[in-house]
């Protein structure tokens, strides 16, 4: 186990947890870049719509991982999501997430 291991917990750890609840995959990605390759089933909520889109995140009442293309911006829209009660794990870019399912 690595420092950050340590210091965050095991992420694929957390991501499992969160899969085995039901939780609903938000690409933070543009829509081009959904488009080029994506999660199957995955939903596409680009990082600059979010906040617009926290009532309707709410009312599925099911876990959140977020993901994008490095981690960035899905770092961003996990404290977004995390700081208006939405349970959030940041699943960092999308590619490395998809083999962690």
Do not use: Y
């Not at 617009?52 to 996990?78: D, Y």
């Amino acid at each position: 186990m690595g420092l950050l291991d340590f210091l965050t917990g095991n992420k694929t750890d957390k991501i499992n947890d969160f899969t085995s609840r039901g939780a609903i995959i938000i690409d933070v990605r543009t829509k081009e870049e959904f488009r080029q390759g994506a999660i199957p089933g995955s939903k596409n909520i680009p990082l600059q719509t979010i906040n617009s889109q926290i009532n309707a995140i709410k009312k599925l009442n099911k876990p959140i991982i977020v993901c994008c293309a490095s981690g960035m911006r899905s770092g961003n829209a996990a404290s977004i999501l995390n700081s208006n009660g939405i349970e959030t794990i940041n699943g960092g870019g999308w590619s490395s997430l998809r083999h962690k399912l």
